[in-house]
């Protein structure tokens, strides 16, 4: 599912990320680590449930997630 923003597409997993990122950094919480921990254990602690970030992340299979932010990666990469 694709949504349009001023940037252009968005991704409902890049919106998502977005809100979970902000939400960690205004807890107070190192967002890539607690990200790439949750993506690694599966387990919902590591996303505050400020902002419902941890509702919205777990709307997301894991997978899908991991699967944009490589694609994503190799895409700006040119590969």
């Given at each position: 599912m694709k949504f349009q923003s001023k940037e252009g597409n968005v991704s409902e997993v890049a919106l998502i990320l977005t809100e979970v990122y902000q939400a960690?950094?205004?807890?107070?919480?190192?967002?890539?680590?607690?990200?790439?921990?949750?993506?690694?254990?599966?387990?919902?602690?590591?996303?505050?449930?400020?902002?419902?970030?941890?509702?919205?992340?777990?709307k997301l299979e894991r997978d899908r997630i991991i699967d944009e932010l490589v694609r994503t990666y190799l895409e700006r990469e040119g590969l």
């Open positions: 960690l950094v205004e807890k107070g919480y190192n967002p890539l680590d607690q990200i790439v921990g949750y993506l690694m254990s599966g387990d919902p602690a590591y996303i505050t449930s400020h902002r419902n970030a941890r509702v919205l992340v777990r």
